[in-house]
Nanobody
């Protein structure tokens, strides 16, 4: 049973920053592509950032230039640095492989951006 545990969310003012972390129960190096996803109220879950072996990254247009995805092999974590947060970034954030696997979804971490 793979477990992914997200942390680091909270209430942030618009323009502020937050750093999310995802602890994996499997070696992150065993996976080709990791992703951070988010789901806002009433909306479908969406991919916001992905990172592949070799540290190639890709971002959704809405977060390009503001979010940075990274991995730490020593800590076995996947992180998402979020800067210049906007109210529309409010969502529950999840990590998963890409493409996502249903049984890998964790509880997520809530990020709320106040205006």
């Amino acid at each position: 049973q793979v477990q992914l545990v997200e942390s680091g969310g909270g209430l942030v003012q618009a323009g502020g920053s937050a750093r999310l972390s995802c602890a994996a129960s499997i070696s992150i190096r065993s996976i080709t592509t990791w992703g951070w996803y988010r789901q806002a109220p009433g909306k479908q879950r969406e991919l916001v950032a992905a990172i592949t072996v070799g540290d190639y990254t890709n971002y959704a247009g809405s977060v390009e230039g503001r979010f940075t995805i990274s991995t730490d092999n020593a800590k076995n974590t996947i992180s998402l640095q979020m800067n210049n947060l906007k109210p529309e970034d409010t969502a529950v954030y999840y990590c998963n492989v890409y493409p996502p696997l249903t049984n890998y979804w964790g509880q997520g971490t809530q990020v709320t951006v106040s205006s």
